[in-house]
C-alpha cells in the first residue's frame, strides 16, 4: 500500500460563483479542485443531474478511488455489478479497478460531490466532454484519452439493464 503525500503549502478555497460551470442542464458540472491545486491530493467536482440524466457511463480508473457523496436527492450508481440507489447524506467510494457509473434517480434530480483521490487532472475531460456535447469532437475520441484521464470505459451489462428500466432495483 502506498500513501500519496500532496504537495501544496496553502489551504484551497475554491467559491461557488468562481467555480468553472461545464454544461447547462441535465447534466452540469462545477469544477472545483483538480490535481495541480491540491498538490496531487484529490480532484473534486460538483454534478447536477436533472430528471433522470446520466452523469457516467461505465468506466474504471487505474490508480484512483472515486467517492460520490450526495448532497441532494437521489442516484443510481454502478459499483462493479452492482446498482444500488443512494439519497441525500450517502456516501459511496468506489476503489481503483472497480467499474462504476452514476444517474440521476429516473424522473428525479441529484446533487453529488465527487472526489476522486489521488487527484488526477480531470478539468480538462470535462472541457472534452462539453465539445462532445457540441458536436466539436466525435464521441469517441475519448478513447484516445483514456490513459491521461485515467479514465477506461467498458461495458456493463448491469448498467444497461438499469438504463432500460429492465432490472429489479437492488437498493442495499
Given at each position: 500500500?502506498?500513501?500519496?503525500?500532496?504537495?501544496?503549502?496553502?489551504?484551497?478555497?475554491?467559491?461557488?460563483?468562481?467555480?468553472?460551470t461545464v454544461g447547462l442542464g441535465p447534466t452540469t458540472l462545477r469544477l472545483l479542485a483538480d490535481r495541480s491545486a491540491t498538490g496531487g491530493a484529490l480532484?473534486?467536482?460538483?454534478?447536477?443531474?436533472?430528471?433522470g440524466a446520466d452523469g457516467a457511463r461505465p468506466h474504471r480508473h487505474g490508480n484512483s478511488?472515486?467517492?460520490?457523496?450526495?448532497?441532494s436527492g437521489s442516484a443510481r450508481i454502478l459499483a462493479g455489478d452492482e446498482v444500488l440507489t443512494a439519497g441525500t447524506g450517502d456516501l459511496v467510494v468506489v476503489p481503483p479497478g472497480l467499474p462504476h457509473a452514476f444517474a440521476a434517480?429516473?424522473?428525479?434530480?441529484?446533487?453529488?460531490?465527487?472526489?476522486?483521490?489521488?487527484?488526477?487532472?480531470?478539468?480538462?475531460?470535462?472541457r472534452h466532454?462539453?465539445?462532445?456535447?457540441?458536436?466539436?469532437?466525435?464521441p469517441e475520441s475519448l478513447l484516445e484519452v483514456q490513459e491521461v484521464y485515467d479514465t477506461y470505459f467498458l461495458p456493463s451489462a448491469a448498467w444497461d439493464d438499469e438504463r432500460r428500466g429492465g432490472r429489479e432495483r437492488d437498493d442495499t
Open positions: 500500500m502506498s500513501f500519496i503525500l500532496p504537495d501544496f503549502s496553502s489551504s484551497v478555497t475554491v467559491r461557488s460563483a468562481d467555480a468553472e480532484s473534486a467536482v460538483r454534478a447536477t443531474l436533472t430528471d478511488a472515486e467517492m460520490f457523496f450526495m448532497l434517480e429516473p424522473g428525479g434530480d441529484a446533487d453529488l460531490l465527487i472526489v476522486i483521490t489521488p487527484g488526477v487532472e480531470r478539468f480538462e475531460y470535462f466532454l462539453r465539445r462532445i456535447a457540441l458536436g466539436e469532437v466525435t
